[in-house]
């Protein structure tokens, strides 16, 4: 799967893209990213990407040309949907996540300062999305939340020993949450790991785990 992001700080993403997982899938080319910075798109003679807002107020607003320049540029290698970063979007979940993996590929826009303007989501957007009900300072830690969670879906991406099925959120849980996990030691600080894990027995251990769904 392909993922664009549209940025005016590509180095956020270098860390998190470069550990674990996602590091790992690009190796294995099940997913490619590819992150480019809105700025070297405006034609502005000092690269300006913002200004101040109509009517007033507070903040700058970005401007649309290096944005839907950015994006008619990156459409010509990636068909999938656009997405805007956006709290006033709608609430990102498991579901949507589920749904989103069905793209061969998606186009992230981050926002920054006061948002975009209006016209790049008309002429532009397909959907605007929201990681949650709080204002964060730009659309780059959505970015990256939405990409990792899609990823999730890929069938390659998590191996062969990891499984969906028992996640939280899934739908053989029935909406319950996974069970509590343990590991070693087998007690620390007095608190014990509950036998039955230690047992062996596979269908006493289903059982404690379904009972423990929270
Ligand atoms: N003035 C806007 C907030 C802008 S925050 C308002 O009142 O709604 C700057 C940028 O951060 C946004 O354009 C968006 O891309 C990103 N952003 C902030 N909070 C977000 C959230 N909860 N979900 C997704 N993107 C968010």
Not at 24 to 34: E, S, T, V
Not at 40 to 68: A, E, L, N, W
Not at 116 to 135: N, Q, W
Request: include cysteine; glycine fraction near 8%; charge should be positive.
């Amino acid at each position: 799967m392909r993922f664009d992001i549209l940025t005016i700080f590509p180095k956020a993403f270098e860390s998190y893209f470069n550990e674990s997982m996602i590091k790992r899938a690009k190796a294995k080319k099940i997913i490619d990213i590819h992150v480019h910075d809105i700025r070297t798109f405006s034609k502005d003679k000092h690269k300006k990407v913002d200004h101040i807002p109509y009517g007033g107020g507070p903040g700058m607003v970005m401007t649309p040309q290096p944005i839907y320049d950015a994006i008619k540029y990156v459409k010509k290698f990636n068909k999938g949907p656009v997405l805007l970063m956006s709290p006033s979007g709608e609430t990102f979940t498991h579901k949507k996540a589920q749904k989103l993996a069905k793209n061969k590929g998606l186009i992230f826009i981050c926002g920054r300062y006061e948002g975009i303007d209006e016209r790049v989501k008309k002429l532009c957007v397909d959907e605007e999305i929201s990681i949650g009900e709080y204002v964060l300072t730009g659309g780059e830690m959505p970015a990256m939340v939405i990409l990792d969670a899609v990823s999730r879906f890929i069938p390659e991406f998590l191996g062969k020993e990891k499984s969906l099925e028992e996640e939280s959120f899934s739908e053989s849980l029935e909406g319950k949450k996974e069970y509590p996990q343990y590991t070693r030691p087998p007690s620390f600080k007095g608190l014990k790991v509950p036998e039955v894990l230690q047992s062996g027995h596979h269908g006493k251990i289903k059982e404690w785990r379904k009972k423990h769904l929270s």
